[in-house]
């Protein structure tokens, strides 16, 4: 396999693992709690909420897979692969906040007798500090790679320099 | 591998260990939090309940169970319990009481009379006890829950009728 057809097939696989995990896993969590009947009782969330949920599930998920794509797409160590990280950071940050607006961190189910809420809000800001840790990889990834591309220019051009000196290239000139 | 990247991809690897935990975290607490839900009404029951309203003999009663079927402990448990006692004019409340527990630990239950006397209700002075009046006992139950990551807040509502159902009254 040449080397662009395998940095596609990379990119292809990471869309896919995102598309998996951030948006199939939750729109089934989603769609088995809001159908949750027992007894007769609708436990589950109202066809409202869950149909905001999933839009946003649905929009940030579809940004996650085209970066997850271009991210994986990028050669290693290169300024670009670094950029498209921070780009993902940024919006899985979108992502995690729009569990908090959508009404998914506070999760609303009515029984016969009252109604249960789970406030996940804690979990959601621990995953945005875990994200925070990410971005700093990310940045530094940035710098590596801006470092990487440019020895990497400059033994390009010292190799071309030597090639033409040892073509006698230079003295004729 | 380059050796300036070592430190890289130690932070990564911590980075990553980190991610791992509350992934895991996250499942399990987002799982127990399901199973401790149980619309059959078994894991959080209120039931027995005994009441009487008169001049200086106030007095209600009720078990209470609350089953920790999760894996991780209940902390901070607080119950305000509020009885509301109206008719069609007048609307009284006469009980407004917390009871606090530290915890209940994964996979045990508590179960507990909670009883208030007179002392505890507060019925206005001229409070008519012949009149008929319809009961509203609301029971607010809050917890936190996986590592003290999810807070749980139950709210329960009965009427006449369902404590009638739940053995009172």
Redesign the interface.
Known sequence: MTKPAKLIFKGVFLALIKAITNMLIPYLTFKYVSSIVIMGIPIGLTNEQFQVIVFWITALGLVQVSIAFAKGASPRRSPQKAIWSIFEIAVYCLYLWCYKFSGAASLTLNFKYGFVTYDLALLLQLWLGLVSLKLFIAIYDLIDGIYFYNKKHKELKGMEISKKIAAGGVLNE | MNV??IP?QI??GI?LL??IC?TLV?IL?GLS??MI?D???ENIM?KNFNANFGPGINQLNFTFILNNTGVYDFHNISFNINLTMSNATDSYNVLNSNVTISEIKAEQKFEEVISFNDSDFNFPIDFNYTTDYSISLQIIIEFVY?L???????????TDS?LGDLGGL
């Open positions: 300036g990247r890289r932070v990564y980075v980190i991610q509350l996250s607490g939090s399901v839900l619309p059959n009404f209120v996986s003290d990551l999810i807070k749980f807040r139950i709210f329960l509502n009965f369902d």
